[in-house]
């Protein structure tokens, strides 16, 4: 049975599980494909898996609508899709910092989830952070293979998509670490990925996450080759004359603006503030 099948049949018997147990309306990462991540067909076809709930406090999630953090990822939103429609912005974003810790992965992700809600995008999360790649982590999937296989050519991209379960959002995991992020991250093999991933549908949205542009020559390799970059700011790590510098180095890239991260406003802390 091929892996697609495999999916198809988990998918079904998720569905018949659920129809016994109609109560429960809420399914955990597990019977989501957590445990066994249900691959995507390049045709665009997701499994019929029910909404998740991520257990994670910092995800926005499917059902829950009224929080601080998903208040601020729809303004994010709302504003990546102004400018798209009106044809300013394609439909690649890369999201990055200044150093480590400022809330990359955590905008990459919430900003996916938030743009795949409702099932109104094809949104594909792309982790090329292949220094610390987290993104499995806060999307509570199991760590598997990934971009770094897809570039060593051992596996192709619909092999390892994996489907997130929230609307159609699809993550493509970094698959591991490497000793030289840069080397593949600037090969021609990974501007024909992109390329590939960019084109093969109009109306996907394409969300990179990175390692820090200050640090790391990985974010000045890729800043260029995407639509948009989403600069991250967490009050409080990063100082400002890191930002500066960070900024100065995605001076060919189109720099859409800052995400202003964790700041405290009005004396509660751990608020999330966005400038766009
Ligand atoms: N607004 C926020 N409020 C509270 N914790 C946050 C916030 N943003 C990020 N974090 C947490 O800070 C840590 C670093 O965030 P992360 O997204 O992994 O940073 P980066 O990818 O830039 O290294 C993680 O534990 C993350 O969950
Ligand atoms: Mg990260």
Known sequence: MSRIQKAIARASQLRQEQEKEPAKKTISPVEAGAQEPVPQSEDGQFPEVEERNFQNALMVTQREQKGIFSEQFRKLKSEVLTRTANGQLGNTLLVT?????????FSACNLAVTLAREYDHTVLLVDADLRRPRTHEL??????PGLVQCLHGEVQVEDVLQHVGIGKLSLLQAGGTVEDPVELLSSSKMKTLLNEIKHRYQDRFVVIDCSPALLFADTSVLAPVVDGVIYVVRERIARLKQVQQGLSLLKEANVLGVVYN???????????????
């Open 97 to 105: 910092s200044s150093i480590a810790g400022e809330g990359k992965t």
């Open 262 to 276: 964790g700041a405290e406003e009005q004396g509660t802390p751990g608020d999330y503030v966005s400038y766009y």
């Open 139 to 144: 999307l509570n999937l199991p760590p598997g």
